[in-house]
């Protein structure tokens, strides 16, 4: 068996991700079926920046179609997607890309805490997990899932756990006969047996819940 020790710290390659998914499903029963019905699950790095943690404002509680759809439509706007570009840009303009009221002052938020140097995402590579989320989360409309997403897909980080995020709730319900999904608080406890690769776990249940509800991949 894989041991944790030689686990990544970094999910740079596809190799670090087969291996952690090894030692998961060695070690949990329900993670083995979860890998055995809907096989490797999908790992993309997106890059790390502005355009990606944004992106995932977007994102916050869209279906993907829609956020996909209204991200097409920021792209098409600001073919150069900073903060400055963003910052010059009018509401109503950014309202016209289906962008609601909450997500442009977040947006706003974020450009401003960059360009302001509050924020610099370059050092978030050199923090540990918990102080890089706390950096993230310090920005209006920044939130736990956000940061976490941001850190797992544009960082690489494999112990970053998104517990409130509904589908690999879901997922975990399904798999363990369920009555309801589990809540934050429980499912943080439940994830501490995968340390140090909880992210990867939540990749193995993310796929599984995309192949049980035949839903498109996360991208």
Not at 107 to 132: F, P, Q
Not at 146 to 167: K, Q, S
Request: with cysteine.
């Amino acid at each position: 068996m894989t041991k944790a020790t030689s686990l990544p710290t970094r999910l740079k390659r596809k190799h670090d991700l087969e291996r952690a998914v090894r030692y998961l499903v060695k070690q949990d029963k329900h993670l083995a079926q979860a890998f055995r019905a809907s096989g490797a699950p999908y790992f993309k790095m997106r890059p790390a920046g502005f355009a990606s943690l944004l992106k995932i404002i977007v994102e916050q509680q869209l279906s993907t179609a829609s956020a996909n759809a209204i991200w097409g439509r920021c792209e098409d706007l600001l073919p150069d997607m900073t903060p400055d570009c963003l910052l010059a840009c009018a509401d109503d303009d950014l309202r016209a890309l289906g962008l609601s009221r909450p997500k442009i002052r977040y947006a706003r938020a974020l450009a401003n805490e960059i360009t302001k140097g509050h924020l610099n995402l370059t050092h978030l590579a050199r923090m540990s997990d918990a102080n890089a989320m706390q950096a993230l989360q310090s920005v209006t409309g920044i939130g736990r899932w956000t940061a976490e997403i941001y850190c797992l897909f544009c960082l690489g980080r494999p112990d970053v756990w998104p517990a409130g995020d509904i589908a690999v709730q879901a997922a975990y319900q399904s798999l363990h006969g369920l009555d309801a999904r589990p809540s934050v608080q429980d499912f943080d406890g439940i994830a501490e047996q995968w340390r140090p690769v909880r992210g990867v776990a939540a990749l193995i249940l993310w796929n599984y819940y995309r192949h049980v509800k035949k839903r498109p991949i996360w991208k």
